[in-house]
Structures are given as C-alpha cells and as structure tokens.
C-alpha cells in the first residue's frame, strides 16, 4: 500500500514536471517568435543607442559648459542693475517654448519701456552683444522711434554688466522681488513668475526621471529573459504519431 502511495506520488511528480516544461516550452517560443521576438530586438536597439547617445553627450556639454557657454544673451537683461547716478529694474513674463516677453524697464521709478521685446543685433569677439529692446510707438515715450517703434539699445556683458545710454551698470540682485523708489513708487524686476513657473523645473526633471527608470527596466527585463534558459526537452511520437515531450 505505501508502496503504492509512493508510485502514485512520483507518478505525479512527473507529470508535473511534464506539464512544466511543456508550459515553460511554449512561453519561451512566444519571445522567440513572431511580433514579441521583433519588438524585444526593438528595445535592444532603443536602449543601446540611449546608452551610446548619453556616453556621447555627456562630455560635449560638459566641454560646452565650461569652456564656450558664458550665459550671456538678449535675455539676460532682466534684474536689477545699479550704476554710480542711476537704477535699472527689469522684468519679464515668460511663454511658451521659454519665449519672454512683455519686457518692462523702469529707471530710477520712472518707466522707460514696456511690453516690449528684445532682439540680437551683433555680438562682439569678447563675447558681448548689442542688443535692441522694442515696443510699440507711443506718443508718450521720449525713446527714439523707427519703423512705427519706440526703441532702446543696451550692451550685455561678462560677470553681469550692462551699458544703457553710456553708463554702466552692475546687476545687484537677480531674485524675483519688488523694488521700492524713493518717491515711493514700486515695480517688480526679474522674472514675474506664476505658480507653473515654479513647478515647471521639477515636471521636467520628473519625466527626465521617468525616462531613465524606464531605460533600467528595459535592460534589466532583457538581462533576465536572457539569464533564463529553457529546459531541455527530449520528444518522441507515441502510437498515435502525437509528439510527446519528457
């Protein structure tokens, strides 16, 4: 009887054994295969060029960084900028596609210009570019005119100096604030920010982020499935020319 109990259970056992492999058999030759063989040869690719393209880029913007961006552009004006007679507060909205606009430049109180743009005119060997702030004409303003615009030029330079009208001036803070003037007046200088603004950084990051956690994955699911050997199978045509596997 235990005899028995004991060949019924190896019986068993082997059966399992057969139903295992077969299942492990079929699930192996799906990834083989057919549209799941394509797109796991599809990920391969994907995730050896993001690894040849982020070994490529690192160094080039790091050489870029340090060696030839100085950070200066016609967006670099905005702040507030003291000179030895004058003060300069000027600030921004920001768009769409890091597209600033609505430029305002208030001196010493007094506005100057607003909602205006900026445009490059030339840039200079020494990395200093001249630059042209604009707006519609108004009867109001004491800028000069052209082209139905009132206008202003400004030079941008190194370590955060500008030249307006042939005085210059050195930025004294660059934070998002308000300015009080001496006759009591405020204005705001810097970015003029919305709660987006803010959070905008960390969406980017975050998706950053996700991006390279998904590139982890990728590798890691195609190290396993290749770590993972199907079994050895033996099979043979029974009576019945079915193909049994053991």
Not at 168 to 176: G, V
Request: charged share 30%; aromatic share 14%; proline share 2%.
């Amino acid at each position: 009887m235990r005899h028995q109990k004991k060949k019924k259970y190896s019986d068993q056992q082997e059966i399992d054994r057969k139903d295992y492999s077969q299942k492990e058999y079929r699930r192996t030759q799906k990834y083989k295969t057919g549209w799941r063989a394509r797109w796991g040869e599809f990920k391969d690719h994907l995730v050896k060029i993001f690894r040849i393209c982020f070994l490529i880029m690192v160094p080039i913007v790091t050489v870029y960084l340090r060696c030839y961006y100085d950070g200066i552009s016609e967006n670099s004006i905005y702040g507030l900028w003291q000179s030895e007679n004058h003060k300069l507060a000027i600030s921004y909205n920001e768009g769409g596609k890091s597209r600033k606009y609505d430029w305002e430049i208030i001196q010493d109180g007094k506005l100057l210009i607003k909602n205006a743009r900026t445009q490059k005119i030339k840039g200079l060997k020494d990395g200093t570019i001249y630059i042209e702030v604009y707006a519609k004409e108004s009867l109001f303003s004491d800028l000069p005119t052209k082209n139905g615009h009132n206008y202003l030029n400004m030079y941008v330079r190194k370590d955060h100096y500008l030249t307006y009208n042939g005085e210059a001036y050195k930025r004294i803070d660059d934070r998002d604030k308000t300015i009080t003037w001496k006759d009591g007046s405020t204005s705001v200088y810097g970015e003029r920010k919305t709660f987006f603004d803010y959070i905008e950084p960390f969406l980017f990051w975050g998706m950053m982020g996700a991006l390279f956690l998904s590139c982890i994955v990728i590798c890691w699911r195609n190290i396993t499935l290749k770590q993972e050997k199907p079994p050895l199978l033996l099979a043979e045509l029974d009576s019945h020319g079915v193909v049994v596997l053991f």
